[in-house]
């Protein structure tokens, strides 16, 4: 089942600060469930109380505006479902293994991430009509 299904995704809307600064060479980094995975030169590492991760250049500008210095609003609506059993996510910085629990996450480019169900609330809140 696609993360985008409509029976078991709905819509909802980012929120809250990070910091982002632009790399000039790819680097590694480790997904919470202990999965490298890489950002690629030009894509932007951002950072939260929640740890640190890439988004590639032209996602990162269409979705976060700047505030001061490093300093970014998130924005935008995703589409997300929760995992009710493990499932092995691609995602643009390589393969991840989402947890029961975890949401995946998809957004407005078709990219699809894993963001652990302690984290989601804290990030997103649910898309109201009106």
Known sequence: MS???PQ???RYERFGEVTAVQ???EWAWIAPSGDELIGAAGDWLV???SGSWSVADAIFRATHSPLAGDRWVRT???VARRLSAPERVATLEGSVEAAAGDW???GPADDTW???DQDFTRKYR???IG
Request: proline share 4%; hydrophobic share 35%.
């Open 3 to 5: 993360p985008s299904s």
């Open 8 to 10: 078991h995704a709905e």
């Open 23 to 25: 790399q000039s060479a």
């Open 47 to 49: 950072s939260d109380v």
């Open 76 to 78: 935008g609506d995703v």
């Open 104 to 106: 995946i996450v998809t």
């Open 114 to 116: 894993v963001v652990q």
């Open 126 to 128: 649910r898309r109201t």
